[in-house]
């Protein structure tokens, strides 16, 4: 009887130890904890990193990475994470300092840490640095996507397989994607394919997608757009007759409106073609909110507004 008892105790500690145990699949131990500047490169670690990973998005719609600074909680959350991806290429200048501490001694990793010289940008007015806005250009995004998941996986190699089955589905929608942007690119008539925009996000676009790229502030929007800018802006559109330009949602459109109005003193009309997400993403819960959502909505935005035949497009 007593050796029963001893039994059914020992059984019931068992269980109970059993219960009480951390359920690995759950624990936070088996997630990658990962802390990401922009919104697009967030995106890109949750599509690749799937339930393995929790996400920080340090910068969320409508901030401008140029500009922004790391607060104290920035740096407690980039100090707790298993890895610290950032865009590289200046695009966080006013975080470099930071970055570069926490490069020491955790593991932090440029998205863009994989593409070569010859596929980099160097426009003039960035002497001689790179152009940061590499997610403009699908394809680049797609060894950005490769890049992240190569440091998943040296994360965590067990994981390896679920990470290169979620690489291999998000390179098909990147795919999908690019020819989308193609296709809507190739209905606008060629001399129509001219972007303006408050600053120079659209480079690496243009490149692609065959659109001559006009910014009103350079590669940064720490660089003030002076009155000769605004000017020289104004007589371009009135001369190639330019029908819509550009606002984006990471910069005030002030700038931009300045444009307009200089326009409208040569007799000349041009209207602001809507809202862009050239450096920051659309709110969490919108289709906006993600990479897919936020390059389809700027193509159609730019089409719909450059075409001639603005409703066949609706
Ligand atoms: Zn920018």
Redesign the pocket.
């Known amino acids: 009887m007593f050796k029963r008892i001893l039994g059914l105790a020992l059984i019931l500690s068992l269980m109970l130890l059993v219960g009480c145990a951390p359920d690995k699949k759950h624990g936070s131990s088996d997630v990658i904890n990962i802390v990401a500047t922009t919104g697009m490169i967030g995106d890109l670690a949750e599509n690749i990193g799937g339930h393995r990973v929790d996400v920080i998005t340090l910068m969320g719609p409508g901030i401008?990475?140029?500009l922004y600074k790391a607060s104290e909680r920035d740096v407690s959350r980039m100090s707790g994470a298993d890895i610290i991806f950032y865009n590289g290429l200046h695009?966080e200048g006013a975080m470099a300092e930071v970055l570069e501490r926490m490069g020491q001694r955790s593991h932090t990793a440029a998205v863009s840490e994989d593409l070569s010289e010859d596929i980099l940008l160097s426009p003039p007015e960035f002497k001689g640095a790179n152009d940061?806005?590499i997610w403009f250009d699908v394809t680049i995004w797609m060894t950005a996507a490769k890049t992240v998941n190569r440091h998943l996986t040296t994360s965590r190699p067990e994981f390896k397989a679920e990470f290169d089955a979620n690489l291999t589905a998000y390179l098909d929608s990147l795919e999908t994607l690019h020819q989308f942007v193609l296709d809507m690119a190739g209905q606008l008539r060629e001399d129509r394919r001219v972007l303006i925009t408050a600053?120079?996000?659209f480079n690496y676009f243009g490149q692609v997608y065959g659109f001559e790229v006009r910014g009103l502030q350079g590669?940064?929007?720490a660089s003030e757009a002076g009155a000769a800018d605004v000017r020289e802006l104004a007589e371009f559109i009135v001369e190639r007759k330019i029908p819509a330009m550009f606002v984006e949602t990471s910069v005030s459109p002030r700038n931009i409106e300045a444009v307009k109005a200089a326009v409208e003193s040569r007799d000349y009309t041009v209207v602001i073609g809507g809202n862009l997400y050239?450096?920051a993403m659309g709110n969490k819960e919108t289709v906006e909110g993600t990479y897919l959502g936020m390059v389809r909505h700027n193509i159609r935005t730019i089409v719909t507004a450059l075409s001639d035949d603005r409703e066949k497009l609706n």
Request: proline share 14%.
């Open positions: 401008d990475p140029h695009l940061p806005h600053h120079d996000a590669i940064s929007t050239s450096d």
